[in-house]
């Protein structure tokens, strides 16, 4: 959306319609379109003020449900999101899980799990502790191993032949 025009050029339009120039010829002199200088002159003539209206400040409609959601988290401080907003629809209120939310975060609500002690021996992502082994057989060699112990060397045929003749 564009900015709004300067109040020093709001002035000036007012001024030209009311010392008997028509819209047009205003507008034309400041290069403004015709429609904002009758515009202009509609709110001079409703409110006295030729000053821009004021943008943004939407209000949500769950603020005004505010006092009830937080006296439910404060009831039940370890329910989700979706839980609340089962029990939004429950009393008939309109909204959607991120509309929740951002209600939550205005009113200083978070909704961090708080983590336990980790257990040192289990794996971290329990659902995930095998992958990494699946995922990397294309990288170890048929015949080698991947673990510590040693393997057997290889016999390499012919080897033997042509050490015993270097030798002998």
Same mark, same amino acid.
Do not use: N
């Given at each position: 959306?564009?900015?709004?025009?300067?109040?020093?050029?709001?002035?000036?339009?007012?001024?030209?319609?009311?010392?008997?120039?028509?819209?047009?010829?205003?507008?034309?002199?400041?290069?403004?379109?015709?429609?904002?200088?009758?515009?202009?002159?509609?709110?001079?003539?409703?409110?006295?003020?030729?000053?821009?209206?004021?943008?943004? =400040?939407? *209000?949500?409609?769950?603020?005004?449900?505010?006092?009830?959601?937080?006296?439910?988290?404060?009831?039940?401080?370890?329910?989700?999101?979706?839980? *609340?907003?089962?029990?939004?629809?429950?009393?008939?209120?309109?909204?959607?899980?991120?509309?929740?939310?951002?209600?939550?975060?205005?009113?200083? *609500?978070?909704?961090?799990?708080?983590?336990?002690?980790?257990?040192?021996?289990?794996?971290?992502?329990?659902?995930?502790?095998?992958?990494?082994?699946?995922?990397?057989?294309?990288?170890?060699?048929? =015949?080698?191993?991947?673990?510590?112990?040693?393997?057997?060397?290889?016999?390499?045929?012919?080897?033997?032949?042509?050490?015993?003749?270097?030798?002998?």
């Amino acid at each position: 959306m564009p900015k709004p025009c300067s109040l020093d050029l709001r002035e000036r339009v007012l001024d030209a319609v009311e010392t008997d120039a028509s819209h047009r010829e205003a507008a034309e002199r400041f290069e403004v379109s015709a429609s904002s200088a009758v515009k202009r002159m509609q709110r001079w003539h409703e409110t006295g003020s030729v000053a821009a209206k004021p943008t943004g =400040g939407s *209000i949500s409609p769950l603020e005004k449900h505010a006092d009830c959601l937080l006296a439910l988290i404060a009831e039940q401080p370890d329910l989700t999101l979706d839980e *609340i907003v089962a029990a939004m629809r429950k009393r008939r209120m309109a909204g959607s899980r991120s509309a929740a939310w951002r209600l939550f975060v205005r009113h200083g *609500i978070s909704f961090k799990k708080v983590c336990g002690r980790r257990s040192k021996s289990g794996p971290t992502w329990p659902a995930r502790a095998g992958i990494g082994c699946a995922s990397k057989a294309c990288l170890t060699r048929r =015949g080698w191993c991947s673990s510590m112990k040693p393997q057997p060397q290889p016999t390499w045929y012919g080897f033997e032949a042509a050490a015993d003749a270097v030798s002998g």
